[in-house]
């Protein structure tokens, strides 16, 4: 029971929002705290990417979208033979449907941000670390590093028998790479019949127009190693790593300086 001595308490609907920021200045923030997270993640974490062409058929399709993890390279990590990598393209290894930009500027904003999946980079799988000398190819068609050979069969796609070996889309199947100098890495596409990497710009026997060292990628252009393909859903997961190259002997000691 009341009084009319006894104070009333009133509460307009609102009154709480109208001590605080107004609803647009809210949004506002909460846009800005995600960009902000967003971007943290792309420099600390992870960063999408799609994959731009069949170079790294049958593991990854084109037009799938992948995550790359960052973490390793702040805390010290190096590739290691058999990771798959994204890097920037070191010089004129991209082709022009590899470097296509976003269509509009929302898109091309949510890309830079980390909000949706870039272009621009190369996606290859690292064959020899420096010291590494990797030769094409022994009497059964296979690669080999610091003379072991590589059983491949769980990620290349198979064009042995059309080709003759696990070498390049050039055809050559008689070629040797490296030493690796220090700070860099030869890498290759799994689908060895299409992909440019490593092998199409190596000095090869007679050929005049090609820098020597062109063929190593320096680590510092690597964004990360691939962690998880997002898209499609069907395909949705972890990419599991490789045992090919456990019985390769370390020659790190037998690296050169890059040049």
């Not at 000095?203 to 998880?228: A, K, N, Y």
Request: aromatic share 6%.
């Amino acid at each position: 029971m009341t009084t009319d001595d006894e104070p009333t308490t009133t509460r307009s609907v609102g009154s709480s929002r109208s001590r605080g920021l107004p609803l647009w200045a809210e949004t506002l923030v909460l846009l800005g705290s995600a960009v902000v997270l967003a971007l943290l993640i792309k420099t600390v974490l992870v960063q999408a990417f799609y994959i731009p062409s069949v170079s790294m058929e049958p593991g990854l399709q084109e037009d799938d979208r992948i995550l790359v993890e960052k973490w390793s390279g702040w805390f010290g990590g190096e590739p290691e033979r058999g990771d798959v990598v994204v890097f920037e393209d070191p010089g004129g290894w991209l082709i022009a449907g590899e470097v296509s930009e976003p269509g509009n500027p929302v898109s091309s904003l949510m890309g830079r941000i980390g909000l949706l999946p870039t272009g621009g980079h190369l996606v290859k799988r690292v064959i020899g670390v420096p010291g590494d000398v990797i030769e094409c190819c022994d009497s059964e068609g296979r690669l080999t590093v610091n003379g072991v050979a590589l059983d491949e069969d769980a990620y290349v796609l198979e064009d042995k028998a059309v080709r003759g070996c696990r070498g390049p889309m050039t055809g050559n199947c008689d070629w040797s790479a490296g030493p690796v100098p220090e700070g860099t890495v030869f890498v290759m596409g799994d689908n060895r019949g299409n992909s440019a990497d490593s092998t199409v710009h190596m000095c090869l026997d007679g050929e005049t127009e090609c820098v020597p060292g062109d063929e190593f990628v320096p680590t510092d252009l690597i964004t990360g190693r691939l962690w998880l393909r997002v898209w499609p859903f069907s395909s949705f997961g972890g990419v599991g790593g490789t045992d090919a190259f456990e019985d390769v002997p370390d020659r790190s000691d037998d690296a050169p300086e890059a040049s």
